[in-house]
């Protein structure tokens, strides 16, 4: 069972040297347990201590090598649990049963199996060549032909003979998928004399067992466990019992990959054989024999693969670069998207689809979709600039033109300052539209009137001189005028030394069209409607996200401060983007008569700025407990924890000025980590600290009537837990009325009839 980060700092040296690159040894021992850092890396372990802590935090599951391909090396049985280390790997069949024609035309065909998803190469890893005679020169030349492919092979043969003289032609990524319980000991030498893996078989598992421990005892640990039954439902048990033993159990007997041999269970059906390789390929067959291989069978499987065997604590992206599509050159217009893995080979199809050359650059979002990366800072003018800048396209590409997702429009202005030299014109919203307007060249209007306007500016800024104001200067002239209005409902206060519930409103979010829009424009209108729906409804906090805003983030956001605070009674606020200075700003107008402004928000990563930036203003900062991803578990949501909080302690901020944030995650695709979630909040209350965190991400994608039964059923769970705050719907009823009875529970609020309505 693998050590926790407590247990390895027992044994650590505690000299917090840093030679590792880690602060402290601590954290060094959490990241050693999360399996981020090798124990080498600390060079005052000693050796008794790396050599037990080697063993002891190796995986329950070996992992075996054949070739470039890596079997085994898991840790749980759900991906969700943690992650899937090794895919599973595919092979076809060939038999010694079989005539010259079929062989042929088996591996043939499964080389047309070629093609490329979502980044991954599709094709049939391995080549499985069965024996059904006993002369070694008919397998032998069998094998031959197989090898030919440049495939590892799997030879599944129980005559010794025939094995020998299988190896002798194999090459040397090979498993030889032999040992029974009557044969084991001749296999073993000849396996371990010829350096390959060895594959193990019994009619049933208790032999199964009992032959793996000879073969350990022996010394051979390089094996596989050929889990085949005699029906489709023998071998699932198999699968699930020799997994569940490994890891469950932690009994490393059965902590070996394991083969499933689909060939000889489905007998030539080919649908049958789909349906149990998508079964086996979730439920834990390392290799897969399939009896052929076709797009029809491998278009859903490899799909299928690539969705379990994909980490969903780390975003699927693309490489940042220049992709040429359709034969393009210099000369070709520039299109410009984020690495998001989806976003991108779904535009690049369309593309492709037009025929038209265009040069498509692949701005780093941190895996983000394009609207997701703009709110968050990501997808920003200043981020553009840095991608064009380090691929040096300014030199590279001779044409102008610069087509941007329509989805972002609002940017159009921000990039062309920073890119003066570009063409910027703003592309379809959707991607299905590129196609025409692609081969259509229906941009060449819009880069034309760029130009012009580029030519007149640039005439315009050699004749005038321009002063950069400083950033005090900035705060003294363009604070603008507030039109205060009567509404029938003002904020009453918050006191900060209450235990009650403190519920941030998230409805102010420039994701929405309508308040970006009227962002854009300072319309106040429905920027004060969402905020009075808000009060009314009890919001404690309203949080403003005006996203990156690079152009004018100090100026918008002091409008929007502004306009909110003089029109509620200085309802207090969090102030939500990735432009620092715009915080800054914020909290230059803010004022604190119903509580400290909220910067939204800080991480241990990129953004441990954020704490300084709060340290520096006495505002609440809240932290979000991730660096690069989601974190892996509890231990790493700690440790992250620990060095944000000393971090703000070393700054002179109060304990509870740091709110921490777990990171609520959804629940379709991520239900497995709800009770962790809940887990961290008590740890968090444990050692006294103030939690909160955006608690409507649970239940996105979630039917639009259900959403409002999960959130109110998480808040109360969580609240018993010891959350503090959460980043909520005001509006939405049954939640607001379930926090209000939880406060009464928990003793925080009086009880009176009319409490729902405080």
Known sequence: ??????????????????ECGSPTCMAFCMKVAQGAVEID?????????????????APAMKTVSVGEH???????LFRHEKTLVSKNLYAVSVCTCMDEATVDAKLADLQKIDY?????????????????????????????????????????????????????????????????????EAMNELATAKGVVLGVWAENISDLYDTVKNLEAKGNKNLVLDVTGKTAKETLANAVLTRRTA???????????????????????????TAYASMFTEKYASIIVMGSMTYAQALPLYGLRQNIYTD??????????????????????????????LTYFLVSGEMERS??????????????????????????????????????????????TLIIPGKVAVMKGEIQEKLPGWNVVVGPLEAVQLPKYLKDKEYEAAAAAAAAENAAKAATASAVEVKELSFDELLATKVPAIEVKTWDTQYKGYNPESSTFVTIGERIHCIAPSIRKAMDERDPEPILQRAYE?????????????????????????????????????????????????IEAGIKVYNRTNGKPIVNSADAGSRIGYIDLAAANDAICIALCSADGIAKDNEERMMHCDNMLERGLALGMDATDLWFDPLFLVVKGMQDKQMEVLEAIKMFSDKGLKSTGGLSNNSNGAPKNVRPIMDSALVAMCMMQGLTSAIVNPNDLRLMETIKSCDIFKNHTLYSDSYLEL
């Open 247 to 273: 890891i469950k159990d932690g009994d490393r007997t059965f902590g070996y990959p394991s083969i499933v041999n689909l060939a000889k269970l489905t007998k030539g059906d080919a649908r049958l054989e």
């Open 1 to 18: 069972m693998a050590l926790k980060g407590l247990d390895i700092f027992k044994m650590s040296p505690k000299k917090n040297c840093k």
């Open 312 to 341: 969903p604590q780390k975003p699927m992206k693309v490489e940042a670069k220049v992709y040429p599509l359709n034969g393009a050159d210099e000369n070709a217009p520039v299109a410009l998207t984020v690495d998001f893995a």
């Open 116 to 184: 490329e998803r979502i980044g991954e190469h599709m094709y049939v890893e391995f080549v499985q060549v069965a024996n059904n005679q006993a002369d070694p020169a008919v397998y032998a030349a069998l094998v031959k032909k197989a090898a030919a492919l440049g495939r590892p092979l799997v030879l599944e043969c129980w005559d010794v003979e025939c094995a020998k003289a299988a190896l002798e032609v194999a090459g040397k990524d090979v498993i030889l998928d032999g040992a029974t319980p009557a044969n084991w």
């Open 41 to 57: 890396k600390c060079p005052y372990f000693s050796d008794e201590a790396k050599a037990m802590l080697n063993e002891q935090t």
């Open 70 to 76: 890596k079997l085994g090396g898991e840790t749980v």
């Open 355 to 400: 025929g038209a050359p265009v040069n498509l650059v692949i701005s780093d979002a941190s895996g983000m979709s394009v609207l997701t990366a703009w709110a968050a800072g990501k997808f920003s003018s200043s981020t553009i600039k840095k991608t064009f800048d380090e691929l040096d396209l300014e030199n590279k590409i001779k044409n102008r």
């Open 534 to 582: 808000q009060i009314k409804a009890g919001a404690t906090y309203l949080d403003v996200n005006i996203g990156p805003a690079e152009k004018d983030g100090p100026e918008r956001m002091m409008w929007a401060v502004k306009l909110l605070q003089e029109n509620f009674n200085n309802v207090p606020l969090a102030l939500d983007t990735a432009n620092m200075k715009a």
